[in-house]
């Protein structure tokens, strides 16, 4: 036995074999809310009773492209990308009305790995899928970006990883000499935009006080810039 609601607050119970048959026959005649026309491949169901066209209207106000179908979760289920004008990729699922930023899908949608292990000071390895995710740097340009993973619970523990397009992703370490010079650089260039006021400009934001994640999107455009100029020596010399 199975039971069905109809208009919503009207439960019916029907045996699993006429289940089975109003299931066959609802998925045969899904239409959308927003516009009364079937689901095609070119503009499917992406949110709850809505088409791609009807989701992206009721969206206008973010501006958002349709990228296409994915997956999520460690069981795979399906999702699908839009994207802001920033980049940013934001997921819809057939069965929500809601739509949710995603920041992992992001640095994964611009081809940046994303930690999922790291080993702690006791040699114990930590899952890191759960922990919030901040991103510095320029992702849809740059060949590398910095990546911060906060522990949502506890100490709060962060964590920031150095991660290149098509590449690897290193745990930023600054007592090793390339990351010290990285630092040092980036320092360097936010103390030539303090005004006479003391603050600084970064990146089109302001701050009278100079942290490390401030410095993290400098490190990505010095990270970036060096990937550049070695990759072109590299092509020069084959």
Not at 113 to 132: F, K, R, T
Request: aromatic share 14%; charged share 25%; net charge neutral.
């Amino acid at each position: 036995m199975k039971i069905i609601y109809l208009d919503r607050d009207r439960p019916v119970a029907v045996e699993d074999e006429a289940y089975e048959r109003i299931l066959k026959i609802v998925e045969e005649n899904k239409i959308c809310k927003g516009c009364f026309h079937p689901y095609t491949a070119e503009n499917p169901n992406i949110a709850q009773n809505l088409c791609v066209e009807c989701l992206l209207k009721r969206q206008a106000h973010r501006q958002l492209r349709f990228v296409g179908e994915t997956t999520t979760g460690r069981r795979g289920y399906k999702a699908y990308k839009l994207m802001s004008p920033e980049g940013y990729i934001y997921l819809s699922w057939p069965s929500s009305e809601d739509l949710l930023l995603s920041i992992s899908e992001t640095v994964q949608h611009w081809r940046f790995p994303l930690p999922e292990y790291y080993v702690n000071s006791q040699g114990e390895q930590e899952y890191l899928g759960q922990w919030h995710i901040t991103i510095y740097g320029d992702f849809t340009r740059n060949a590398a970006i910095v990546i911060e993973l906060t522990q949502p619970y506890g100490t709060h523990k962060s964590l920031a990883f150095l991660s290149y397009r098509d590449g690897e992703c290193r745990l930023i370490n600054r007592r090793t000499r390339q990351f010290r010079r990285w630092f040092a650089e980036a320092r360097k260039r936010a103390e030539a935009t303090r005004n006479a006021y003391g603050f600084y400009s970064i990146n089109g934001y302001t701050t009278s006080y100079l942290y490390s994640s401030d410095l993290y999107p400098l490190v990505a455009d010095i990270a970036s810039e060096e990937h550049g100029e070695q990759l072109a020596v590299s092509q020069n010399a084959d």
